[in-house]
């Protein structure tokens, strides 16, 4: 399967988990399309003073990206300033929420895979 840019179905969530302001995702991958293995594989775009709320994971686990931008994200108790480059790995029944802090958008990969026995 190929799916080009232009193809991609572009969503626009305002207070993504609760949280600030209006995200974009662009998501590559559908739902159906992953037959019961997960349930995003998008590109997500959190405008200057936006943010996606604390939130937890329950059967199932999430990586955040960053490919542009500073991205404060909460993971559990900690607060991290995470840069183009770095990751963050949110386990099966864990929390957490990102927050873009910088002036310049931030833009991130997430993915979100169900928990295997």
């Known amino acids: 399967m190929i799916r080009r840019k232009e193809d991609v179905r572009i969503r626009q969530v305002e207070h993504a988990q609760k949280g600030k302001g209006t995200v974009t995702f662009h998501d590559w991958l559908l739902p159906e399309e992953a037959k019961g293995h997960g349930r995003v594989f998008s590109k997500v775009v959190i405008p200057p003073g936006s943010s996606i709320g604390f939130h937890q994971h329950l059967q199932e ?3 955040y990206y960053v490919l542009q931008g500073q991205a404060l994200v909460r993971d559990g108790e900690n607060e991290v300033l995470l840069h183009p480059g770095d990751m963050n ?29």
């Open 61 to 63: 686990f999430e990586a």
């Open 89 to 117: 790995l949110c386990p099966d029944g864990h929390w957490h929420g990102v927050e873009n802090v910088g002036q310049d958008d931030v833009v991130l990969i997430a993915l979100i895979m169900n928990q295997l026995a």
